[in-house]
């Protein structure tokens, strides 16, 4: 834990490819990679102001050729491209080889972390306030189309007498990510009260980690049922013939045409005469009897009990009168 790991090292050969392409024996890799080193330092001091944001090398056996990311590329060209000779010129007569200068322009520098990195340092040497110069960089970025941008600065921040960091960031920035593209820049501003170092982390996506297309299914073409019986051997002829020709019945069968189903269509039912009708034709004779109505149900008659015989009662007693 607490490990830092530098943004485009830690996904070499991952996704991102490396910026010096050579290969040399172990006696020739030393001074070939001080080579790099110097003329990395000396276009980046000459080329101060023309916001080159990566430089790439690449190597032949007698050829070396140099590729400059530039967000100005008027200002490498120059005039009439003078300024790109001299800058040729002056590149042989440093290396003894023949060089070849490539420019490729950064169409939006507000997405590049080592130019987002160089204009916050260029405003703090201004003697505008860090806060706010991170603050405007943020913005600016985050406009351009990033997702996630972090800026850090370290130093004695506004002349105090003590170092300190102070950082700021908007969106997301998924360091540990390794399909995440986060481009990675740092700088120095040189002011009067001291040196203070400027980070910046720019995240614009993931890279495109496209499957590989599945190959296309076999498509079976359908067998042909019929069988040239004239092509097969004498003795198969016969059994072949046998299996592939249809049965008589078969054919019969399949030949008469199916009988079609008719649907019994059901007689109407005679509609309900009604008691008018009923009474009329009962009257005239024409053989038909009234309908008899409906048998009330009789009602089910509660059977009663026989009454128990009376006792008779006892005489009363004469009342005795009074003497």
Not at 167 to 177: A, K, M
Not at 260 to 280: F, G, I, N, Q
Not at 292 to 299: D, E, G, H, Q, V
């Amino acid at each position: 834990m607490g490990h830092k790991v530098h943004p485009n090292g830690f996904r070499l050969g991952v996704y991102r490819n490396w910026e010096a392409k050579w290969f040399a024996p172990d006696k020739e890799y030393k001074p070939l990679l001080l080579e790099d080193v110097r003329l990395r330092r000396m276009l980046l001091a000459r080329l101060k102001n023309a916001g080159v944001a990566r430089i790439e090398t690449e190597r032949s056996s007698s050829a070396l050729t140099i590729t400059l990311h530039t967000a100005k590329p008027g200002i490498v060209i120059g005039k009439g491209g003078t300024s790109v000779d001299q800058l040729r010129d002056e590149l042989e007569k440093t290396t003894g080889k023949r060089v070849r200068v490539t420019i490729q322009e950064i169409k939006k520098p507000e997405l590049s972390a080592q130019l987002v990195a160089e204009n916050v340092a260029a405003q703090l040497e201004k003697r505008i306030a860090f806060r706010r110069a991170i603050k405007q960089s943020l913005m600016k970025t985050m406009r351009a189309g990033a997702q996630g941008v972090k800026i850090r600065v370290r130093g004695r921040l506004g002349g105090s007498e003590m170092a300190r960091v102070e950082w700021n960031r908007e969106g997301r920035v998924p360091l540990h990510t390794l399909k995440a593209d986060i481009d990675f820049g740092q700088t120095e501003a040189k002011t009067t009260f001291g040196r203070i170092g400027v980070s910046a982390w720019v995240y614009t996506g993931n890279f495109p980690t496209e499957a590989p297309p599945k190959p296309a299914a076999a498509v079976e073409e359908p067998v042909d049922a019929g069988i040239p019986v004239a092509d097969v051997a004498s003795p198969l002829a016969e059994l072949v013939q046998a299996v592939v020709a249809p049965t008589p019945v078969a054919v019969e069968a399949a030949a008469a045409p199916a009988p079609v189903a008719t649907a019994e269509v059901p007689a109407a039912k005679p509609k309900r005469a009604s008691r008018t009708t009923k009474a009329t034709t009962a009257a005239d004779g024409g053989g038909q009897t009234a309908a008899p109505k409906r048998a009330t149900r009789a009602r089910a008659t509660t059977t009663e009990k026989p009454a128990a015989p009376k006792t008779p009662r006892a005489p009363r007693a004469a009342k005795k009168k009074d003497e």
